[in-house]
């Protein structure tokens, strides 16, 4: 709260119309003195992490409540008691495990190519005038087809093996790479470039040392929505035909009515999710340390 | 002594080039945007360890110059000379914020310089314990000497300055200037600085050219014996004496 200017004395001496105005500025009523409270008195203090805890512990009580009184029944929705049970029984059996793996593969392989296809197209017309003349103008125009549409014309080109899936994953992930890296070394500051050129730094040198480093943040928001992408991709890709991985596991359970199997299959999802998130957290506290808007520790 | 040529050379530049003591020399030099010369048939010479100062109003054409000298800006007419070994400091010290300082400081230089040498270089501007740091961390002043240091450690025949000071505060820059002096005393080697403060370059230069409509229109030695001393009398009336070409009215500025 501001402090207002005090009212004036309320048994108003003031009226009289000329005589006591002067006066006044040598003898002022007192002011009114409000204490400002320190915030750390003035509430209660729960912590943050109890407080933010406190709403999905709530979701979570009351979804069960609902399931024992068999409002929410288990082929609607599973309760979460006998989620956490079959999810268990999964981990123990050791086919979730092998799922995780399969699908983990999966989209590492297509990481792996997306990025380097992305990432290589970007470099190529990025840092060519003919480059960006023969490739952008393509690739913009590929990016506009929803890659989950070429699942057919993939199923007809690559089998029902594992390559559509990866494929699919790949095509995913090689958009927004090349967008952000194209868009990351087209957005290098001319004066360090200029600063190398002056320092007598070779084509190759400036590549390597302004430009390419200058890129990198971008190339890193790249990254992350590739990987965003690439969960998504996999997740279609593995309704397709697939006889492994954590997508068949929802299909089989899908078939047999299973929804506690499915819930489990989402949460390994969002788990995997997270994982990846992590993964680029971690790559970009190491390699942006220099960035003067980084704030992390 | 190597020199290096831009653009093209006429008969007799070549012949007379190698006995020269030059550290610059051009000549006819005609630079345009759009057809309009900023800089129009200008002559310009420093010699071998001259400080020389480059004054004139904004627009003027003088950061073209000095783009032009270091060999950034290559749509010239005219000849060009300068030595091999050159080196620039910008407004802003364009330190590449992804190196460490001594990296920074390194950064172009040919082979595979130790980093000692970018220590020594970094201690002569006297900022030996920030070669560890990230250029974010530095303050405005010390990443200008970082990008001194950086120019310095190249050994330049040619120091080219581009108002280094500008974006200094008025204590930082009282600081950078006097290094700059000394810097220049002990390498002895041809700086050409780029300012807009008339101050600044009584303070530093041995000669000051004012610069017009794209050409030299102005030259004032300075004979004042160093370190100079800005109440000096003398120092006012060159001072004074500039400001007037510059086109500022100086007894209405002391008003």
């Known amino acids: 709260m501001s402090i207002s200017h005090a009212p004036p004395d309320p048994s108003g001496v003031d009226i009289s119309p000329i005589s006591t105005s002067k006066d006044d500025t040598s003898e002022r009523s007192p002011l009114d003195l409000v204490p400002l409270v320190p915030t750390s008195t003035r509430r209660t203090r729960v912590p943050r992490w109890l407080r933010r805890t406190t709403g999905p512990l709530a979701l979570l009580a009351l979804w069960q409540l609902l399931s024992s009184t068999g409002v929410l029944t288990s082929d609607v929705l599973a309760s979460p008691g006998r989620i956490a049970r079959v999810g268990w029984d999964l981990i123990d059996s050791g086919s979730l495990a092998s799922a995780m793996t399969t699908s983990l593969q999966r989209v590492a392989i297509g990481l792996l190519l997306g990025t380097v296809i992305g990432t290589g197209l970007a470099l190529v017309s990025g840092l060519f005038r003919v480059g960006e003349d023969l490739v952008d103008a393509p690739v913009q125009m590929l990016r506009t087809v929803p890659f989950v549409g070429l699942i057919p014309l993939f199923i007809i080109w690559f089998g029902i093996g594992e390559a559509p899936k990866v494929a699919i994953i790949t095509l995913g992930v090689t958009f927004p790479l090349y967008l952000n890296v194209y868009a990351g070394i087209r957005g290098v500051d001319s004066q360090l470039i200029e600063a190398g050129e002056s320092l007598g730094l070779s084509r190759w040198g400036l590549v390597r040392h302004v430009v390419l480093p200058g890129a990198l943040p971008n190339a890193m928001t790249g990254l992350r929505y590739s990987l965003g992408i690439a969960w998504l991709a996999l997740v279609f890709a593995e309704q397709i035909n697939a006889d492994a991985g954590i997508g068949f596991l929802m299909v089989q359970a899908r078939d047999f009515l299973q929804t506690d199997v499915i819930v489990v299959c989402l949460i390994v999802y969002a788990f995997l999710g997270l994982l990846a998130d992590f993964v680029v957290r971690t790559l970009e506290r190491l390699l942006l340390q220099w960035r003067p808007t980084f704030t992390g520790r | ?255």
């Not at chain 2, 120019?151 to 500008?166: I, S």
């Open chain 2, 1 to 255: 002594m190597a020199t290096d040529v831009h653009g093209p050379v006429s008969p007799q530049a070549a012949t007379s080039s190698p006995v020269t003591t030059q550290a610059v020399r051009v000549e006819g030099l005609t630079r345009s945007f759009d057809g309009r010369p900023v800089i129009d048939k200008l002559q310009l010479d420093v010699r071998q360890g001259e400080f020389v100062a480059l004054l004139g109003r904004s627009g003027c054409g003088k950061s073209t110059l000095l783009r032009i000298l270091a060999g950034l800006d290559r749509d010239i007419e005219g000849t060009v000379l300068v030595p091999r070994r050159k080196a620039v400091a910008f407004q802003a010290p364009r330190l590449m914020p992804w190196k460490k300082v001594w990296r920074n400081v390194l950064l172009g230089l040919p082979g595979k310089p130790e980093r000692a040498v970018a220590e020594k270089a970094l201690a002569e501007v006297g900022l030996g314990d920030h070669a560890d740091a990230w250029p974010k961390t530095l303050s405005g002043g010390e990443a200008q000497r970082a990008s001194l240091a950086r120019a310095l450690v190249r050994e330049p025949d040619l120091l080219l300055l581009d108002e280094p000071f500008g974006a200094l505060d008025a204590l930082t820059r009282i600081k950078a200037q006097r290094l700059v002096g000394e810097l220049w005393q002990r390498r002895g080697c041809a700086v050409l600085l780029v300012t807009h403060y008339v101050e600044e370059a009584v303070l530093l230069a041995d000669r000051v050219l004012v610069m017009d409509d794209g050409v030299i229109a102005h030259e004032q030695r300075i004979d004042l014996d160093r370190p100079r001393d800005i109440t000096d009398p003398r120092f006012a009336e060159l001072r004074a004496g500039l400001l007037e070409r510059l086109g500022v009215d100086t007894a209405a500025e002391a008003a």
